[in-house]
């Protein structure tokens, strides 16, 4: 292999070592995102407070209600035992037991609406648990085939880290430093001629060049100064 054949080789490498590093931080950014599953679980958690709210103010209603009947139920045998017969105090009964039971409808209807707003309740903190439910298996799941892949990608920068090394130890350090600071500025640093033209600048490269660079010297290009490689 000529030492720009190495080169372009070494270059080779860097990229698909960029690409497998880029695609590590994405599965390990994949990983760690659980954004829907925290955002589920505290609606959940929030719809639970609710339906805790709900059924409180039921049973607060459920309370009142009997507490009217009650009352009620007492007056009643009060007014129909016969054991009051002052008939001031019986208007005066009569009149309470009306006053009571007028209200015992609005609260029967109130605590209705209370009871449809439970079964509501009941039916969204339902509904929001199986979403839960199903976000954790996926993010299981997720865990799974991701830390899979992750694995996979590790071996191969292992991998590719290892041929790099041993090309790169092959390579002068003069030129190593070449190719580095050309990648760092330039992006790439060998570029292929093609048609006679530099494949990094597209100006056409002088016979003279890419005959030397063909014979594996190392050549930049004079106007964007990437080193030139010919197959
Ligand atoms: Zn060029």
């Known amino acids: 292999m000529s030492?720009?054949?190495q080169l372009y080789r070494l270059q080779q490498i860097d990229l698909e070592l960029q690409g497998k590093q880029q695609e590590l931080n994405d599965v390990g950014n994949r990983l760690s995102d659980d954004k829907d599953l925290v955002a589920a679980e505290s609606k959940l958690a929030s719809q639970k407070e609710q339906l805790e709210d709900a059924r409180k103010k039921q049973k607060d209603s459920e309370w009142e209600l009997e507490d009217l009947?009650?009352?009620?139920?007492?007056?009643?045998?009060?007014?129909?035992?016969?054991?009051?017969?002052?008939?001031?105090?019986?208007?005066?009964l009569e009149k309470?037991?009306?006053?009571?039971?007028?209200?015992?409808?609005?609260?029967?209807?109130?605590?209705?609406?209370?009871?449809?707003?439970?079964?509501?309740?009941e039916a969204e903190v339902k509904t929001t648990a199986e979403e839960v439910e199903r976000l954790k298996r996926e993010w299981e799941?997720?865990?799974?085939?991701?830390?899979?892949?992750k694995r996979e990608i590790e071996t191969m920068l292992a991998k590719l880290g290892g041929d790099r090394d041993r090309l790169a130890q092959q390579i002068d350090s003069e030129v190593l430093n070449?190719?580095?600071?050309?990648?760092?500025?330039?992006?790439?640093?060998?570029?292929k001629v093609e048609r006679g033209k530099c494949q990094g600048c597209h100006i056409t490269?002088?016979?003279?060049?890419?005959?030397?660079?063909?014979?594996?010297?190392?050549?930049?290009?004079?106007?964007?100064?990437?080193?030139?490689?010919?197959?």
């Open 141 to 149: 799941q997720r865990q799974e085939t991701l830390g899979q892949r």
């Open 69 to 92: 009947q009650d009352k009620v139920r007492k007056i009643d045998s009060k007014l129909y035992s016969g054991t009051t017969k002052d008939s001031k105090e019986l208007v005066n």
């Open 205 to 231: 490269v002088p016979t003279s060049q890419w005959q030397k660079a063909k014979a594996g010297d190392l050549i930049q290009c004079t106007s964007c100064s990437k080193i030139l490689y010919l197959e």
């Open 178 to 191: 070449t190719y580095e600071r050309l990648r760092l500025t330039r992006g790439q640093a060998v570029v």
């Open 3 to 5: 030492l720009v054949e």
């Open 96 to 121: 309470e037991v009306k006053g009571l039971k007028s209200q015992i409808r609005p609260k029967e209807d109130a605590l209705l609406g209370l009871m449809s707003q439970v079964e509501e309740i």
